[in-house]
């Protein structure tokens, strides 16, 4: 297992959530079906296999392996992705690309050098995406706004993990992607917002929650089956159901230079 999310890559092609076909399609259309999209920080292609149907070529860059062999795997060899391990701090070293796409990974990433080297490497019409989960200025790091949260937050603490400990660009400053770009070279962004209606049971919550970095196998190691075990019970006393629904609203930014 390695890195931050050591283990996690199975349970996140699994149980996270992708974003849906509305802002898939709205991506593509925004940067142009012609184009070579930089997906940085691809993970096991959430955005980079559904994308690849609808643009010219896809290059997939992420610093996890077992994230890549995920991705490897879904794609089952769609033919104009490129898997490429790699990260923020290497993009020159790319092949070359026309627009760039992060989904929830550019609070990984030193992200005012990554927007700096960004508009040296884009051509004058690329672009630079953020595709998340939707949240309201000033509105703290994934709050526990569904009630399932609040029991896996309990769990989590139980067991020591907590979602700040995630030393991550966001946590360390606190400024929202918007802010940070409206101050870059690609301060020209457009917001849209996409909504979907998800239905969980318990193993799938269980699952989300071994996909994030800070409650992952590799975080966890030996406290993995006590853990699973201690979530499931709490879950379950909490809605005996074992059904939770989400209405899940993704958020892209599509942030070009002025007057472009
Ligand atoms: C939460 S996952 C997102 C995966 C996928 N893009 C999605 O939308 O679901 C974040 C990914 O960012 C990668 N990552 C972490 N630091 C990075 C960096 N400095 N540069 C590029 N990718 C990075 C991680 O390995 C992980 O696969």
New binding site residues.
Partial sequence: ME???GGAAPYYARY?PGYGQAAIGYLAETLGAGSRVL?????PG??AIPLARLVTAVLA????RE?LAEGRRLADGVANIAWLRG???VLRGLPPFEQVVM???FH??DRRSVLAELDELLPPGGAVAL?GPARQRGEPWEPDAQPWQVVERRVCGEFGLDIHSAANSFHATGEHHHDLLAASPFSSVECRVFGRRLVWDVDGLIGLQLSYSYSSPARLGEQLPAFVGTLRQALLADNPAGRWEQNLVTEVLVARRPGR
């Fill in positions: 890195g931050l999310f996270r997906d940085l920080g691809c993970g959430t955005i860059v992420d610093p996890a994230m990260d923020s701090t989904g929830r990974s990984w990433m595709v």
